[in-house]
């Protein structure tokens, strides 16, 4: 009975920060008439809920991620960073250049789900996941440890609605089995119809879809077991960023 009582009071206070972040964006789309400021307000809900009930390990921003090689992504609306190795090259009106190594996962807010934001999410997916990233050696208890493996960047997106009749039935299936595999996305959740999730190694047109009653709640754990998984991001190879950003060759005097 107790058991039971604890996951009744888990799912209440779950719930209502589902009740309160649609509320919100809700909100955003009826009383701000500017489609780009109404866009604003929606990416910056969907950040700070992010922002606040993540673990501290993460830090979350809008901007631009950017590679050793001197590469760069598109305009990112949701990074999901390192909070505790990661500089921010660059963080003015609320934008933030992030290196490469230092991103978990990145996401694409919108208004509602259409067959076309989902292209354009992957897309926008597919301009991090190309960019070049490092990996070092570390020193652990005075003993190098060998570079890691570089682990994936999720993708996906945040919604408040879809646009379909069957919600994220055929037709989202339909748009998202159009995505090469660079362009996949992992998981997202449209707040009055549903979440979804791709399970690493399955097909990405057969998500798992989870109901609209719990939406955010879901799509928010199965985040963080996500981001778990990925565990901790690589060492960053620093000097292959000193070397891109000098303007001539160093010489040893």
Known sequence: ??????????????????????????????????????????????????????PRRYRVCTGQVVDSRGACSDQIDVIVHDAHYCPLFLEAGGSCFVPAESVYAVFEVKQALTADYVSAAGRKAASVRRLHRT??????????????????????????????????????????????????????????????????????????????DAALVTFFLRLVHRLQLLGTVPAIEWGAYVEATLPSPAVRS
Request: hydrophobic share 40%; proline share 7%; with cysteine.
């Open 1 to 54: 009975m107790k058991e039971q009582t604890e996951i009744t009071v888990l799912h209440r206070l779950l719930l209502g920060h589902q009740s309160t972040l649609r509320a919100e964006l809700e909100r955003a789309r009826e009383g701000i008439p500017h489609a780009t400021l109404k866009g604003n307000a929606s990416e910056e809900e969907w950040r700070r809920m992010l922002d606040r009930h993540l």
């Open 135 to 212: 990996s070092a050696p570390i020193l652990e208890r005075g003993v190098e440890q060998a570079a890691r493996d570089i682990p994936p960047v999720l993708a996906g997106v945040m919604t408040l609605a879809a646009t379909w009749a069957d919600g994220l039935g055929e037709g989202f299936r339909a748009a998202v089995r159009k995505l090469n595999p660079k362009e996949r996305l992992d998981i997202g959740c449209a707040l009055t119809v549903g979440a979804f999730e791709v399970m690493p190694g399955d097909d990405p047109g057969h998500p798992v879809v989870y109901p609209a």
